[in-house]
């Protein structure tokens, strides 16, 4: 008898061993695996916009830079990459600043103020090696935040990582340029330098 009793309870703890592992991993393991692949369908608000690529909004009373997937736009401030800009370019840093200041203003219309949702990829880091969080962006009207502002011409194609739509970016690009959009055409006085890494 008092073997049964041993069995029985030794199958009703691993049951409840089992049930307890498969309840935790379904809550907490397979979101997580599953969540580079997905929107966060949570919409948060843009804080600040402080280039053409990259903002601030809030996560659980904490600030996020976020840095958009796939897209590079000049830069308005004086940085490492301003300065490779400058070099590769052949342009001077003061044309490369208006060109990021006329970028950031147009990013600042699209999305200032505004609630966006984030999308990770999976074939991209989680964050950057600044700590931005890497994103695709959309308007919560469904605006692809990123492709917008490259068929706009006010960004490129960032060539340099392989993330999942850079496809769509790539044509995108070819596109605003061939139809003289946005700093591809002639916006006060300047023409759009060729940022794109070769």
Known sequence: MKSLIKLTFKIVSTVAVLALLVYFGWKYIIPKLDQKNTKDNRSYLVKKVFDGDTFEIEIGGKSEKV??????TPEKWSSEKFDRDAERTGKDKETIKKLGTLSSEFTTRLIGGKKVILEPDAKSDDKDKYGRLL?????????????????????????????SKQSEFI????????KKKGLWGDVD??????LRDK
């Open 135 to 163: 994103r695709y962006v959309y308007l919560e009207d469904g605006t692809f935040v990123n492709l917008k502002i490259v068929e706009e011409g006010y960004a490129n194609a960032y060539r340099k990582f392989n993330v």
């Open 189 to 194: 006085g300047l023409k759009y330098m060729d």
């Open 171 to 178: 044509e995108a690009e070819t596109e605003a340029r061939e």
């Open 67 to 72: 840095r958009m997937l796939g897209i590079d």
